[in-house]
């Protein structure tokens, strides 16, 4: 059985994104091996926050998980800020870490791009925040990470530091493998199928929010992308938008996108988003339904106290072998 470890930031709803290309694939992970799921929020405060609206938002995140099927008796669900290990072992890393790896991080140039160009502040966090996530994953032994194509960057590095401290101070960290799934790691816009569908994107209608009442999740499907092709047939290079779409009917439904194309031949647009806004509404409906009666409930400050609980126990362990291998502290 693997050790997996995945997280994501609590900035605000997840999207279909979100669900379709990490969390549903946690359901099924859960059931096969260890799994650690994180509350990331220690990475959401490289760019400025609300503390209320932060707050808020992890325990809806983690009322989210819950909502969209990982098990609390199956996996193992806390919030990163509540484990100091993650700041400890980053900053070791950190200091073993060269300027050039962290200013080559494709990440940090389009984050910080962004900020500049809307006159915001950069923090050094978002600029060393890599070596904060490599640690994440190192703290745990963790076996596989689960990524989006995006992220393979971040991976490389990790096992980049590994193998650098592993060469310098002895066999320590577990060098990750990564796993993408084979469909629905990477949702794209709704309205910009060129690039990612993200939650901070600035436009509403790019996104499907797995908060989003049915009305607005029909609304938003309909009026997506697509092109001027008479027929629907998949092609993401030239196609981006109706494969994208059928790539949100495939991985909801399971059903393969050749099958799909075929039940479509003959068929306008209007039928095929009709009936794809119908299948993303019975998806999503429940889940909403479920997160709030979750939240309402008082239940999830359990889940995450026993979360803590688990990987405080873990990271403890390892933090020592670290700072035991580097110097640091006295020897009693």
């Not at 032994?141 to 101070?169: C, W, Y």
């Not at 393969?256 to 194309?261: A, H, K, L, N, T």
Request: aromatic residues 6%; neutral net charge.
């Amino acid at each position: 059985m693997a050790r997996i470890l995945s997280g994501i930031q609590p900035s605000g709803a997840l999207t279909i994104g979100n669900y379709l290309g990490a969390i549903k694939n946690f359901v099924k992970l859960q059931h096969e091996h260890e799994c650690l799921f994180m509350i990331v929020d220690l990475h959401t405060i490289t760019v400025p926050q609300d503390r209320l609206a932060l707050r808020k938002n992890i325990k809806e995140l983690a009322a989210l998980y819950v909502a969209c099927g990982i098990d609390p008796k199956k996996s193992t669900i806390f919030v990163q800020s509540e484990v100091p290990s993650h700041l400890e072992l980053a900053w070791i890393l950190t200091c073993n870490t060269g300027m050039g790896e962290l200013e080559r991080m494709t990440q940090f140039k389009d984050k910080s791009a962004k900020l500049g160009a809307n006159g915001g502040h950069i923090g050094v966090g978002l600029f060393t925040y890599p070596t904060l996530q490599v640690a994440d994953i190192l703290l745990y032994d963790t076996d596989m990470v689960p990524i989006g194509d995006d992220q393979k960057q971040h991976l490389e590095l990790t096992r980049d530091l590994a193998e650098r401290f592993n060469s310098r101070f002895g066999d320590t960290f577990k060098i990750p493998e990564v796993y993408i799934p084979e469909q629905g790691a990477r949702i794209l816009a709704l309205q910009e199928p060129t690039k990612k569908m993200s939650k901070s994107d600035d436009n509403t209608k790019n996104i499907i929010l797995l908060t989003d009442p049915p009305n607005v999740i029909r609304k938003k499907i309909k009026s997506a992308i697509t092109d001027s092709e008479p027929s629907i047939g998949y092609d993401p290079v030239n196609r981006q938008g109706i494969s994208n779409l059928l790539e949100i009917y495939s991985c909801i439904t399971g059903e393969p996108i050749e099958s799909i194309v075929i039940k479509y031949e003959g068929k306008g647009y209007g039928d095929f988003k009709s009936d794809l806004a119908e299948i993303v509404v019975t998806e999503l409906e429940p889940i909403g339904k479920r997160r709030q009666e979750i939240l309402d409930s008082g239940e999830i400050d359990g889940i995450l106290d026993h979360g803590r609980d688990v990987a405080m126990k873990l990271a403890t362990k390892k933090i020592s072998k670290v700072k035991h291998k580097v110097g640091l502290g006295r020897k009693k």
